[in-house]
Nanobody
Framework: QVRVDETGGRSVQAGDSLRLSCTLS????????MGWFRQVPGKEREFVAA????????VYADSMKGRIALSRGSAKNTVDLQMNSLQPDDTAVYYC????????????????????WGQGTQVTVSS
């Protein structure tokens, strides 16, 4: 059974940093492109970052570029999303997702492209 599990969400102050981790289990992570999205109540799910299965390509949302970094984690079958200079507008549920990489450098911004999703982890940023 395939599982996607996010960890690391919590309440922080504006300006703080936070690292979210995503673990893919049930299948090896190497062939999969991984993405992060976020959602606030009443709004559509929003793209945050994605990394290709080759790790050669990462893409970031313009709204967060320069403040975030996505990488394969040191732990097996994980990816880590480092977020810096967090602001109250970053408050959301953050979701990790996986899709089999069509090419070695595929990294999609589209939530519909992803097949496996986690339950999400809450990030709350207070001013």
């Amino acid at each position: 059974q395939v599982r996607v599990d996010e960890t690391g969400g919590r309440s922080v102050q504006a300006g703080d940093s936070l690292r979210l981790s995503c673990t893919l289990s049930g299948i090896p992570i190497e062939p999969y492109s991984m993405g992060w999205f976020r959602q606030v109540p009443g709004k559509e799910r929003e793209f945050v970052a994605a990394i290709s299965r080759s790790d050669r390509r990462t893409v970031y949302a313009d709204s967060m570029k320069g403040r975030i970094a996505l990488s394969r984690g040191s732990a097996k079958n994980t990816v880590d999303l480092q977020m810096n200079s967090l602001q109250p507008d970053d408050t959301a549920v953050y979701y990790c997702a996986a899709v089999y990489g069509r090419t070695s450098d595929s990294a999609s911004r589209l939530s519909d492209d992803y097949k496996f999703w986690g339950q999400g982890t809450q990030v709350t940023v207070s001013s």
